[in-house]
């Protein structure tokens, strides 16, 4: 079972940085595909970043490609989200997010199986 945690959630100053974490907590192994999205208020689901059990493909939506940094310790099962040069459009929830298997439509919420509470991302001006 993986039961995933995210927490570094917070208020940052416009270009700013900021690191979320997702955990899991569950007795699962760590060799899950993961990922990261967003929502802001009043729109829809955003895929942010992915990568893969041994970190060896990574993906980036465009809007966050340079700013942001995913990465994975497995031995902690724990996946990260370094947020850098922080904008205001990058407030949002954020939600992590695994897949048992790699998914082919890895930017789609219905790839994953298993899905964090979310941490709140808010950038200040």
């Known amino acids: 079972q993986v039961q995933l945690v995210e927490s570094g959630g917070g208020l940052v100053q416009a270009g700013g940085s900021l690191r979320v974490s997702c955990a899991d907590s569950?007795?699962?192994?760590?060799?899950?595909?993961m990922a990261w999205f967003r929502q802001a208020p009043g729109k829809e689901s955003e895929f942010v970043a992915s990568?893969?059990?041994?970190?060896?493909?990574?993906r980036y939506a465009g809007s966050v490609k340079g700013r942001f940094t995913i990465s994975r310790d497995n031995a902690k099962k724990t996946v990260y989200l370094q947020m850098n040069s922080l904008k205001l459009e990058d407030t949002a929830v954020y939600y992590c997010?695994?897949?048992?298997?790699?998914?082919?439509?890895?930017?789609?919420?219905?790839?994953?199986?298993?899905w964090g509470q979310g941490t709140q991302v808010t950038v200040s001006s």
């Open positions: 569950g007795r699962a192994g760590s060799n899950y595909f």
């Open positions: 997010a695994a897949a048992r298997s790699t998914p082919t439509a890895w930017s789609t919420r219905g790839s994953y199986d298993y």
């Open positions: 990568i893969t059990w041994n970190g060896g493909v990574i």
